[in-house]
């Protein structure tokens, strides 16, 4: 296995390759490796996870020979510390794009920074900050992919409908030529993040644009509006019924499909 990721990631820029049959988090071994001088580019890769993390520390769940699990480290180029924000977004362009380029498979950048398939999951990003005082030392983008339908968890483990990129092309995937897609994409894309022609992809591949979508925020409340685009810094922009524009900063929220407006029904996630 390890031989195929080796040869897989040959036609990459990576720097260096930690590959586990198992460990606890990607993420979290990403983390360690920094703190102990990782190289710009290096990837952290596994086949199974024992304590995979998401967003609002809510569990991911790798089983062995199922999934895609990695973090690519970037240690170089932090010039401008507020792009941070935008680092999830990109690998959500740069999935949203392999899984054009190598499946043919028409995927939507939830925003933020979640990738699906007719309006399920199949993808998840967590980015982290390693800083030392107030020294950023690197960032970390960990994304999970369910790549066979076993990868999927079960329908009350899921916080958001979910699926696999199997079920949904119908073929066999070769989870290591599509990690080097995404790596390539993510290269690719790297000088550009925050660029006009950055937030134009990531605006023209969002799901529910144009529809109702609810925003929950953390202390029990939730905006209502109509999903336009994304601001020059990456807000999402939303319309109500009167045609007032809100804001809505990257950050502790859930999107989720809201009352249907258009359609008379409700379809809240
Ligand atoms: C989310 O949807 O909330 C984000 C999920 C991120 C999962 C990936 S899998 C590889 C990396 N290691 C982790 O522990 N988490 C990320």
Redesign the pocket.
């Known amino acids: 296995m390890e031989k195929n990721l080796r040869q897989a990631l040959a036609d990459t820029r990576v720097s260096e390759i930690r590959y586990f049959e198992s460990i ?5 071994e ?1 983390l360690r490796w920094i703190a102990n001088g990782a190289p710009d580019l290096a990837i952290v890769v ?1 086949d199974e ?1 024992t ?6 520390d ?1 569990r ?1 769940v ?1 089983r062995p020979d199922t ?5 690519l480290i970037l240690t170089s180029a932090f010039a401008e510390p507020l792009k941070i924000p935008l680092y999830a977004p990109l690998g959500g362009i740069a999935v949203q794009e392999a899984v054009k380029n190598l499946l043919g498979l028409d995927a939507r950048i939830k925003w933020p920074n ?1 990738v699906l398939l007719n309006n399920n ?1 199949f ?4 980015v982290e900050a390693a800083w030392h005082g107030t020294d950023l030392q690197g960032v970390v983008v ?3 992919i369910n790549v066979s339908a076993e990868s999927v968890p079960d329908p009350v483990q899921q916080n958001f409908p979910a699926t696999s990129l199997e079920s949904a092309c119908g073929f066999p995937v070769e989870r290591f030529e599509l990690l080097k897609n995404v790596i390539n994409a993510f290269n690719a894309w790297r000088p550009e993040l925050g660029s006009a022609r950055f937030m134009h992809r990531w605006e023209e591949k969002l799901a529910f644009i144009g529809e109702w979508v609810r925003i929950e925020q953390s202390e029990k409340t939730s905006i209502i509006g109509k999903e336009v685009g994304i601001d020059p810094s990456g807000r999402l922009i939303l319309v109500d019924d009167d045609g007032r524009k809100t804001l809505i900063e990257i950050g502790d929220v859930h999107l989720r499909p809201g009352p249907g407006r258009d359609t008379g029904g409700s379809h809240a996630g």
């Open positions: 606890d988090s990607t993420n979290d990403a596994a996870q304590k995979g993390r998401g967003r609002f809510r991911w790798t999934s895609l699990a990695f973090t979640d999951k993808c998840g990003i967590l960990g994304i999970g």
